[in-house]
């Protein structure tokens, strides 16, 4: 099996109590984010991932999940790295829409039935943290 890592952003406003998903063609309701090119570390990608999706720039923070699974019908042995974000600039705007054909702030209630494979929703991400730290 070919390995594939994955990194997504988990952008949450304290505000209203939202977290903003992107709507992938095709694949359904996520957080931003995607696959790590070749060279590129999980910072990096998941930093570029959200710009492409949705427009914001973004501060990286720690590690909030690490998921895993096997596509037995693509070959592939997928890690699925989420890191909580801080929007630094930027206005939400879809920029590849032939990837992407929605972006929305969702609730809790709302995000854990579109994204059911957190155990303990995605509000207990936000309790989780583990450090991040790309050794040269």
């Avoid at 977290?19 to 990608?45: D, F, R």
């Avoid at 990286?60 to 895993?68: D, I, K, Q």
């Avoid at 042995?77 to 829409?97: D, M, P, Q, S, V």
């Amino acid at each position: 099996m070919q390995r594939v890592d994955v990194v997504y952003a988990l952008i949450y406003n304290k505000s209203n109590a939202k977290i903003l998903m992107v709507n992938n063609k095709g694949q359904g309701w996520s957080l931003p984010g995607g696959a790590v090119e070749k060279g590129e570390t999980l910072e990096q990608a998941v930093v570029r991932e959200v710009e492409e999706e949705t427009g914001l720039t973004i501060m990286v923070e720690n590690v909030l999940a690490v998921n895993e699974a096997f596509f037995q019908e693509k070959g592939h042995h997928a890690l699925f790295i989420t890191f909580k974000a801080n929007i630094l600039e930027g206005e939400c705007e879809i920029r590849y829409e032939q990837e992407i054909s929605e972006i929305k702030w969702a609730d809790f209630q709302t995000a854990n039935k579109l994204m059911p494979y957190h155990p303990n929703g995605v509000e207990g991400l936000l309790k989780s943290s583990s450090a991040y730290t790309f050794q040269s």
